[in-house]
């Protein structure tokens, strides 16, 4: 022991068998002061513990010196895991005995500094590997005629990344590089990302931050928008499209005329995204006054009904009314909590709209850069509609009705022979420009001309 640490002058009398005697009995719980008078120790000293020296450890010593490890006796009563670590007698390891000193269980020695890092870029190697072999092999490119419009809408939005042609792989969604949202929510956006993906147009690329997989169930993917993505799509049906010849082509073709084959997906784009930048608001707007707002679902049903005929500009002023008194409702105490007040928004919000269609008024509500402009919206908008705002400013529901249906899907612009065998049409406006879907009970039509949704529920007779 006297090798490594000189002994104070008050116990040099004392050999390496009374040291530990004394500490042992200390321990036990005699008083320091016998223990000191017993073993002649000057009564000057103020602290037993501070004239004794380190323990040195027999079984433990440095991985990196050979030497052995020291620790500073504890005082009675030191539960393990507030018990000093044992420390290397030349250099600065630590280590700790099982049980003992759990808030410091990792040395921040250099050496074992130096091992994690070696630790980590192993670990780094092996995950890139078998991201490698997981992502690696490229899948056939999905043909360009495949691609239905809100893929291709998507697709234009994230090569817009800020990369332009110095690069072939598509930067992710978190990317600094990214001006604006492709979707205001975080689910929408990994939804979007996660259906091209799984359709062969979008493929990982082996570059990607390996923190977006999850290492522990093969590289899956755990989020979406952080990967780095590959297009995968061909235009002439063998070789993958370079980035910049893929953004030419949908740009020229999106900013172009409006196809008829594009009407389904236009329609049910327009709405949503009117329905997803009104509930953000409203999601917004009950934050705002510490409300958690639960009554999505009721909330989506009243939006979507008053999109037919009002505005998201109109939404908004909606919203700030029916959030308005769903604060006074609760301040008032006449509600039965927070959340009771909360669910009112959606009726106090249709109350308000059902008023505003007796008395023919209207009144809008300028933007928030809360909810901002998603890149799809601009895209839709400014590209292919080539009517900046209306997403804002106009009901999507009147909107599609007098403006894009008799612009774009006009009844003229369809083959004649495939009017002649519809024999299906709207029950409001006996229009035939309609989609219909049905399962073994249920016959549902969607209007183009007017967004009438109808219902038909087939019955068996069954014999007396």
């Given at each position: ?58 079984d433990l010593s440095c991985p990196y010196c ?261 604060t006074h409702f609760y301040a008032t105490g ?28 209207r009144k809008n509500a300028h933007r928030d ?96």
């Amino acid at each position: 022991m006297t090798q490594y640490f000189d002994r104070a002058e008050e116990i040099r009398h004392l050999s390496d068998e009374q040291i530990e005697e004394i500490y042992k009995r200390y321990l036990e719980g005699e008083k320091t002061a016998a223990l000191m008078a017993e073993f002649q120790i000057p009564a000057t000293v103020r602290s037993l513990l501070k004239v004794l020296p380190p323990v040195i450890s027999a079984d433990l010593s440095c991985p990196y010196c050979k030497l052995p490890m020291w620790v500073r006796r504890h005082a009675r009563g030191t539960p393990l895991s507030l018990r000093s670590t044992f420390k290397c007698v030349r250099c600065e390891h630590q280590q700790s005995l099982p049980g003992t000193n759990t808030r410091h269980t990792t040395c921040s020695c250099t050496e074992c500094f130096k091992v994690r890092q070696q630790q980590l870029a192993a670990r780094a190697t092996r995950d890139r590997l078998e991201l490698e072999a997981r992502y690696g092999a490229r899948c056939p490119a999905v043909p360009y005629a495949n691609l239905g419009f809100v893929q291709k809408l998507t697709l234009l939005a994230l090569l817009d990344d800020g990369y332009g042609a110095t690069v072939e792989w598509i930067a992710p969604l978190n990317a600094p590089s990214r001006e604006e949202l492709l979707a205001l929510t975080f689910e929408a956006r990994e939804e979007l990302l996660k259906s091209l993906h799984e359709a062969g147009v979008l493929a990982v690329s082996t570059d990607s931050d390996i923190n977006a997989f999850d290492r522990s169930e093969g590289c899956n993917i755990r989020e979406y928008s952080a990967v780095r993505w590959l297009p995968s799509v061909t235009l002439d049906g063998v070789t993958r499209c370079a980035r910049e010849n893929l953004y030419q082509v949908l740009y020229q073709e999106l900013s172009g005329s409006v196809k008829a084959a594009w009407k389904s997906e236009i329609y049910s784009l327009v709405f949503s995204l009117a329905r997803e930048a009104s509930i953000q608001y409203i999601r917004v707007l009950a934050a705002e006054v510490d409300f958690a707002f639960t009554a999505e679902a009721r909330a989506e049903e009243v939006v979507g009904q008053l999109l037919q005929d009002f505005s998201v500009s109109q939404l908004y002023y909606f919203a700030r009314l029916a959030v308005r008194n769903a604060t006074h409702f609760y301040a008032t105490g006449n509600s039965k909590g927070r959340s009771h007040a909360s669910n009112t928004i959606p009726r106090n919000m249709l109350s308000t709209a059902q008023d505003a269609l007796a008395r023919n008024w209207r009144k809008n509500a300028h933007r928030d850069a809360r909810v901002p402009q998603t890149a799809l919206q601009r895209l839709l908008y400014d590209v292919v509609l080539k009517d900046s705002g209306a997403g804002f400013s106009k009901s999507p529901g009147m909107y599609w009705r007098d403006e894009l249906v008799p612009q774009f899907f006009s009844a003229v612009a369809f083959d004649s022979d495939l009017l002649s065998h519809l024999r299906l049409f709207c029950r409001e406006c006996d229009s035939s420009n309609i989609d219909a879907s049905m399962d073994k009970q249920i016959l549902q039509t969607m209007c183009y001309d007017c967004a009438t949704v109808s219902k038909f529920r087939a019955f068996e007779e069954l014999p007396d």
